[in-house]
């Protein structure tokens, strides 16, 4: 079984930062891409951040320029930076990871139990 774990989230007032982490563990071999996604209340869940499986980043247009996507692959921990917060990044942000376990011959996607993050006006 797979796990991801994630922490960092809470209430911050607008301006503010807050750094989000999620460790995947369990019978890992690998993992590929690691990324964050956001749903907020009454709307569609959507990419923050990710790392591709070719290792580059993308990033949503809304927060391009104040979060920034990280990864320690010793680890099998991606962290998300999130400064200059505005109450629109106010939603639960879910960890997702593509993990090839022992065993396994191809990669499956998992998904965290997210993390609550509010911004105050």
């Known amino acids: 079984q797979v796990q991801l774990v994630e922490s960092g989230g809470g209430l911050v007032q607008a301006g503010g930062s807050l750094r989000l982490s999620c460790a995947a563990s369990g019978s890992i071999v690998s993992v590929n891409t690691m990324g964050w996604y956001r749903q907020a209340a009454g709307k569609e869940r959507e990419l923050v951040a990710a790392?591709?499986?070719?290792?580059?980043?993308n990033y949503a247009d809304s927060v391009k320029g104040r979060f920034t996507i990280s990864r320690d692959n010793a680890k099998n921990t991606v962290y998300l930076q999130m400064n200059s917060l505005k109450p629109e990044d106010t939603a639960v942000y879910y960890c997702n990871a593509d993990v090839r376990r022992w065993g396994d011959v191809r990669y499956y996607g998992y998904w965290g139990q997210g993390t609550q993050v509010t911004v105050s006006s």
């Open positions: 790392f591709t499986s070719g290792g580059r980043t």
